[in-house]
């Protein structure tokens, strides 16, 4: 960890005869100051509260921005200054029957003159939710419902401000805000049958998003998704706490079982006319991005086969539904699916981004597809594009050159010539939220051990404007506290694989000392903007914050923390990434076992005491690692692992896997039921009853497995809680179960 300022201050506070003491004694002396990290502290109290900017947004001219205040008023900003220059709403105006309403979003209009604000939202699933929505006027100072008709969704505004777009119960609707009129843009939604302008679950959770509806820039149409899903397996999901359980039944298709037939129409909003886009004759294909170009009247679609591995871009005339393919990309393996299209201004160009040679780059084409050049070339791959100046020509992305485990911000012109990094020198990651017209950003940076600071910056240069949150409370607040030493390296596998790892040790570190190694996985394939890799130089070293706390307090009980980057993680190109195609789970346990073996080798390791643990598909690699590399750890802890690929859905699994039908073996072999009968070590199996993510059912046929196989191992279930496992004091309780099982067999 980098807290060397911190240590320093720490030093000169100590009293002066002190500082004469032998370098052991003064040690103890300074380690006797010290807090030692609780359960409690993580999960129950807010004792390592990070700060940030709540409610950030950009407003229309980039000079201001807009956030949420602490007394609930919505303000504005000077994106020169930082400093507050109005109060766009106030707390006080957001009452209804005299009660304050509690914010959980908000969108302006157009104009600025007319805010939606969301309350009372009801989360669906992993980004789907409905809620509540309030029209407020800002020259009228009126707050109004939006709809009486029950909860809404994603209600957003026409680009001229004049009409809102918004779901219920699986259909479309516009309201006039100048009429008050509703009009039902569909009527023939049915629940677990047909979804009109959102997402079914598989698209939710593998295309990342939820909203499925888009207004043109001119404000005359809206295209909006269709999914018949009745054709889709439904997966009953049992919910307990009453006499008798009750059932959920959702659409869910597993591996090679059938997906929704999807669609994308056009709703002309003066005619009420709507018109089907033709999306091609084949219904067993995936439609992931929809977005209306520069052009008045295109629409940009994204169409993709089921096997992922050609993507094809078509342009549609919304009035008529004919459409072109414009560009196809494809790979032996799978294409990336991100939101890094972009059509600029003027309507004649487009940027795109694909890993066509070896990793992912960017790329200028005109409106017809044809390639006019590459931007941006190297043995390192881009990781968003975050914007566009017209005026200079500009192009804004975030991208791995300085290193595989970071993140900053870069800029080139559409000539590919005046590449310049905008972020500060030297290491870390930054997160950027830039102003639409590239005059400023909004820079989160952290780096290994180092929470967080947000500011303001220059867009042309990366100049600093203004800290907006430093963290210097927390930073205080863990200097407090034994925190372990967070160390990067790399090693060699016997097959010459280079992998990146970090390793935190405890504060007292002793070279001379036997120290058990807990290792954390995720080990999962990344796929288009989301990242799974662990092993990364920010704040919390790639995991959560919780879990960067909970690391350093087992250090603090003697243990060493390890986390070990595998093939199939991002970051390092295509050829890593996809290298574990077709066949998950072989080379990851390959890896990770590698890894183990490296760290037995180590004079300060106790070799006899490696253990693992994971969530999701580092339960999975949990799972594995204690049943295939069965004599490298001593214990091992799965948390809602998948256990069986076959149970896992269509998008995900076969875009790595191929179907269960072309590829059998790929989800047979390196399947944990199968290899039950080697488990050896300690083990503890975790999972929520509730998850609609990864089933229950994977737990299940694991424990069967293993019984059959006549093995001890120990079960931890959650009630009702999803993939998540979290509410209440459930993190508390999980965390403990966890610490104590750990200190009881490793």
């Known amino acids: 960890m980098h807290f060397r300022s911190l240590a320093l201050a720490l030093w000169l506070a100590v009293p002066a005869p002190v500082a004469f003491l032998p370098g052991h004694l003064l040690a103890t002396a300074q380690a006797q100051q010290k807090q030692a990290i609780t359960l409690a502290d993580i999960w129950a109290r807010p004792t390592f509260q990070q700060a940030s900017v709540p409610g950030f947004d950009w407003l229309r001219d980039g000079r201001y921005y807009a956030a949420l205040g602490r007394d609930g008023s919505l303000m504005q900003y000077s994106a020169t200054t930082g400093q507050p220059t109005a109060t766009l709403v106030a707390a006080s105006a957001l009452q209804v029957a005299g009660r304050p309403l509690t914010v959980d979003g908000y969108r302006f209009n157009a104009d600025e003159q007319k805010v939606l604000f969301s309350t009372d939202t009801e989360p669906i699933y992993r980004h789907s939710a409905k809620a509540t929505y309030y029209l407020y006027d800002r020259q009228t100072q009126q707050l109004s419902p939006l709809s009486t008709g029950g909860k809404q969704g994603y209600a957003t505004f026409s680009p001229d401000g004049r009409q809102v777009a918004f779901t219920r119960d699986n259909n479309l609707f516009v309201k006039n805000l100048a009429s008050g009129q509703e009009t039902a843009v569909t009527t023939n939604g049915v629940h677990n049958q047909l979804i009109n302008g959102s997402a079914d679950w598989v698209y939710e959770e593998e295309f990342g998003f939820a909203q499925g509806f888009f207004w043109s820039p001119d404000s005359r149409h809206l295209a909006y998704y269709t999914f018949d899903e009745s054709q889709v397996p439904e997966y009953d999901m049992q919910e307990w706490g009453g006499l008798y359980p009750t059932e959920y039944r959702f659409k869910y298709p597993k591996a090679g079982e059938k997906n929704s037939v999807v669609s994308v129409s056009t709703y002309d909003v003066a005619s009420a006319r709507t018109v089907r886009m033709d999306v091609g004759p084949e219904p067993d294909q995936y439609l992931p991005r929809v977005q209306w170009t520069a052009v008045p009247g295109t629409l940009s679609i994204q169409r993709l086969n089921r096997l992922q591995n050609k993507l094809e871009i078509l342009h549609a005339d919304a009035s008529t539904g004919k459409t072109q393919v414009v560009l196809t990309d494809t790979n032996a393996a799978y294409v990336e699916i991100n939101d890094d299209l972009k059509y600029l201004a003027g309507g004649k160009q487009f940027l795109f981004t694909s890993e066509k040679d070896g990793y992912q780059h960017l790329y200028l084409h005109d409106m017809s597809g044809r390639q006019v050049r ?68 909004l820079n989160t940076h952290s780096s290994a051990g180092v929470p967080a600071v947000a500011s303001l910056r220059e867009g042309a240069t990366g100049k600093l404007v203004k800290t907006l949150a430093d963290n210097a409370k927390l930073r205080q607040t863990l200097a407090q506290y034994d925190l372990g030493k967070f160390e990067f390296f790399t090693f060699k596998t016997s097959e010459g694989v280079e992998l990146n790892a970090w390793m935190l040790k405890p504060s007292n570190f002793d070279p001379a000392k036997k120290y058990p190694v807990l290792m954390h996985v995720y080990g999962g394939p990344s796929f288009g903007t989301i990242s799974t890799q662990t092993v990364l130089d920010n704040a919390n070293g790639g995991t959560s914050f919780q879990n960067y706390l909970w690391h350093n307090m087992l250090t603090e009980q003697g243990y060493l923390v390890v986390s070990v980057e595998n093939r199939g993680t991002s970051g390092r190109g295509a050829a890593f990434r996809k290298a574990t195609y077709a066949n998950l789970g072989k080379l990851e346990t390959i890896d990770q076992g590698e890894g183990a073996k490296y760290l037995a080798t180590l004079p300060y390791v106790d070799k006899a005491r490696i253990g693992i643990w994971g969530w999701s598909y580092g339960g999975y690699m949990t799972s594995l690692a204690m049943t295939k590399n069965a004599d490298l750890f001593k214990m091992g802890i799965a948390v809602a692992p998948v256990t069986n690929w076959r149970y896992y859905d269509t998008v995900y699994t076969e875009r790595f896997l191929k179907t269960p039908q072309q590829n059998p073996a790929g989800y047979d072999d390196n399947s944990p039921v199968r290899f039950a009968q080697n488990l050896k070590g300690k083990f503890l199996l975790v999972h929520g009853t509730g998850d609609d993510n990864v089933h229950f059912q994977n737990s299940i046929a694991f424990v069967d497995a293993l019984i059959l196989a006549n093995k001890d191992f120990q079960t931890l279930y959650y009630p009702n809680r999803n993939h998540g496992i979290n509410g209440g004091n459930t993190r508390l309780h999980l965390y403990r179960q966890m610490t104590e099982f750990i200190k009881a067999n490793l």
């Open 374 to 441: 590459q931007l941006t070339t190297g043995n390192w791959e881009i990781s968003a594009v975050n914007g566009f100046d017209p005026k200079t020509g500009y192009v804004y992305y975030t991208s791995t050159e300085g290193s595989a485990l970071q993140r900053h911000l870069y800029r080139i012109n559409l000539s590919g010539k005046g590449k310049q990094r905008l972020s500060d020198a030297g290491g870390g990651t930054d997160v950027v939220n830039m102003s639409p017209d590239t005059r400023y950003f």
